[in-house]
């Protein structure tokens, strides 16, 4: 990938006499984000999701190139928007974090891998360095569960729901502070304050909104145990809505999902809400199901929140292939329809898939086990005797593969993790090839998925050979496969000798392994 690098400079111009001066030259808006790491290795690709020009930063959706590589310890990114917003880094090495940028930053961090178990240290530098640093170390609320845990715990033990927001007030007051001083001292910028001030707010509305979601479902399941009888509970909803509703124009920048909780809370009559006059989004709970499980809740929602939420969720669903090309213009053309000024909808028009897959090459009947050769563009299907009597997973690889060993790859197309695998898989086929091992690659989408499966094999160019896995293999593997992705190792037996195998990205771990399980020289 090619980077541009901007040269600031200025024109010197003559005036009368001897003396010149410097013409005033608009700053770059350009944003960059260079990092320093200590014992990676090279050629560890670091995924940049930037903001996108007037919607809010999704987790799994980038419009543009999004990836550098680690070189010399170093790698640099410049954005391709010069957005105000979060960024997030995401990778082997550097999982999640999170840093704020407006036009014109330069964002340095450096970081060192933690040893064993422990996550790697990140430290800031560059912009705003002292407000990135505050959300790296947990300062904003943002410590993950636990913070949410003790959030709770002090709604828990308030009696009234006045004394239940001014202790929420009280957890805000130490962040707000940190960012108060900071601004003070000029080490973040006003914007930053602002943004990060108001990620305070919403990560308190975050947890406590999902608690009292799950509250009001079924107070015996929920681990909210309140003091505070329902009534004074739905007054703290409320006002916590009301208050830091995420609908606000000062929330722009945040990805929690809080409009997803107002939705719910609205469904259930908490907060104030009249009943859709339709019920556009329940309607494509099916296709959302594998990015969104509640989509009936977003008909709840008004206009303008409606069109940012369900615009994320879009998003989502582009980036994990969640349905088929002809729902994904389906969908497409309802929220155009329902929100055309919507700054969502170039972006969604840009990511659509422009046409439906190619037709897989088929010799037969078969159309869930296939191969994809060396240079192939679709999956090749040939008959395949005995397919359909397959229950167990150790039954389909002794059917199918005799007297060789063979490694399994289980994905799903929704699945980011397990196709951020897939840029590994290169060096998995040598050595796999070299080693006379198979290469198994096995989807456990539905059966409706069909297309989008092959499509997405071929597409990331998985040689080897793929099974779509029917509903009792599926059924079958609810048993041993806790979470995708999961891979596993098969003598030449048959016999299951690696139930938990490294991953493509481990490298020469993974190799190892191999060897050691499969008796390979």
């Excluded at 086990?369 to 389909?396: E, M, Q, S, W, Y």
Aim: net charge positive; proline share 7%; glycine share 8%.
């Amino acid at each position: 990938m090619n980077f541009r690098i901007s040269l600031l400079g200025a024109a010197l111009a003559a005036v009368p006499g001897p003396l010149y001066a410097q013409k005033n030259v608009a700053p770059s808006t350009h944003i960059t984000i260079s990092g320093q790491f200590t014992g990676v290795p090279d050629s560890t690709i670091i995924s940049v999701f930037e903001p996108m020009p007037g919607v809010a930063l999704n987790y799994f959706f980038t419009d543009v190139p999004n990836e550098t590589v680690v070189r010399d310890g170093r790698f640099s990114y410049q954005l391709r928007h010069a957005e105000t917003g979060f960024v997030r880094y995401d990778g082997k090495y550097i999982a999640h974090n999170l840093s704020f940028v407006e036009p014109g930053a330069r964002i340095t961090f450096t970081l060192t891998p933690g040893t064993g178990s422990a996550p790697p240290t990140v430290v800031f530098g560059g912009t705003n360095a002292a407000g990135n640093n505050f959300m790296e170390q947990g300062k904003l609320l943002n410590g993950g569960p636990a913070d949410g845990q003790r959030l709770t715990r002090v709604m828990a033990a308030a009696p009234t729901a006045a004394a239940g927001l001014a202790a929420l007030e009280a957890e805000m007051a130490t962040p707000k502070a940190l960012l108060a001083a900071a601004l003070k001292a000029h080490s973040i910028s006003q914007r930053c304050h602002d943004a990060l001030a108001a990620e305070v707010e919403q990560r308190v509305l975050f947890w406590l909104g999902n608690a009292l979601a799950v509250h009001f479902r079924d107070p015996a399941k929920a681990n909210l145990h309140l003091q505070m009888p329902d009534a004074d509970a739905r007054k703290v909803a409320v006002a916590l809505f009301t208050r830091y509703d995420p609908a606000l124009p000062r929330y722009r920048y945040s990805a929690l999902g809080n409009l997803f909780n107002a939705a719910v809370l609205r469904e259930q009559g908490v907060l104030p809400s009249p009943a859709p006059t339709a019920r556009i989004w329940a309607g494509y709970a099916p296709q959302f199901a594998p990015v969104n499980s509640g989509m009936n809740v977003f008909d709840y929602l008004p206009a303008a929140a409606q069109s940012r939420a369900m615009g994320d969720v879009l998003l989502t669903a582009l980036a994990f292939n969640a349905m088929s090309a002809a729902d994904f213009a389906r969908v497409a053309a309802d929220y155009r329809r329902l929100f055309p000024a919507s700054p969502y909808v170039p972006i969604i028009a840009k990511a659509l898939p422009k046409a439906p897959a190619p037709a897989a090459a088929s010799t037969g009947q078969n159309q869930t086990f296939g191969t994809l050769a060396a240079g192939a563009h679709v999956l090749a299907f040939a008959p395949a005797p005995g397919l359909d009597t397959v229950r167990t997973l150790a039954a389909l690889v002794r059917q199918q593969f005799p007297g060789r060993p063979v490694f399994v790859d289980f994905w799903a197309s929704w699945c980011g993790p397990c196709i951020a695998e897939f840029k590994y898989e290169p060096g998995l086929h040598e050595f796999a090839s070299k080693n006379g091992v198979e290469v198994l690659y096995i989807s456990v989408d539905k059966a409706g998925s069909r297309e989008k499966w092959a499509a997405l094999a071929a597409k990331n160019g998985l040689r080897g050979s793929h099974y779509l896995a029917s509903e009792a293999v599926q059924e079958s593997l609810k048993k041993v496969i806790p979470y995708l992705p999961t891979y596993m190792l098969f003598d030449k037996n048959g016999q299951l000798v690696e139930a938990s195998a490294y991953h493509p990205s481990d490298g020469e771990k993974l190799y190892q392994q191999m060897r050691e399980r499969l008796g390979l020289r």
